[in-house]
Nanobody, 120 residues
Framework: QLRLVESGGGLVQPGGSLRLSCAASGITRNFFAMGWFRQAPGKEREGVSC????????KYADSVKGRFTISRDDEKNMVYLQMNSLKPEDTAVYYCAADLRCGAGEYEAWGRGTQVTVSS
């Protein structure tokens, strides 16, 4: 069974940076696409970014393009989300998930999330 654990969240000032990590364990498959999602209080969950398992192609929500970078290290079973130029509206619980492909919605596993708070 695939298990995902996020880390790296915290409190950061506007304009600051954080790097989120997602560690996969159990039965891992390098061909899974890995996505980052977030959910702010009172809002629906939204997709932030995704990286495919085959070509390594990436996708980003318009709201984070140019500021966030997703990457993966399959040897370490890790996925990362580098977040720069953070804004208060980036405040949310961030989750990673394994999907059959980006946008498929056929999730194999979800993590429990890590809180990101952007505030002065």
């Amino acid at each position: 069974q695939l298990r995902l654990v996020e880390s790296g969240g915290g409190l950061v000032q506007p304009g600051g940076s954080l790097r989120l990590s997602c560690a996969a364990s159990g039965i891992t498959r390098n061909f899974f696409a890995m996505g980052w999602f977030r959910q702010a209080p009172g809002k629906e969950r939204e997709g932030v970014s995704c990286i495919s398992g085959s070509s390594g192609s990436t996708k980003y929500a318009d709201s984070v393009k140019g500021r966030f970078t997703i990457s993966r290290d399959d040897e370490k079973n890790m996925v990362y989300l580098q977040m720069n130029s953070l804004k208060p509206e980036d405040t949310a619980v961030y989750y990673c998930a394994a999907d059959l492909r980006c946008g498929a919605g056929e999730y194999e596993a979800w993590g429990r999330g890590t809180q990101v708070t952007v505030s002065s």
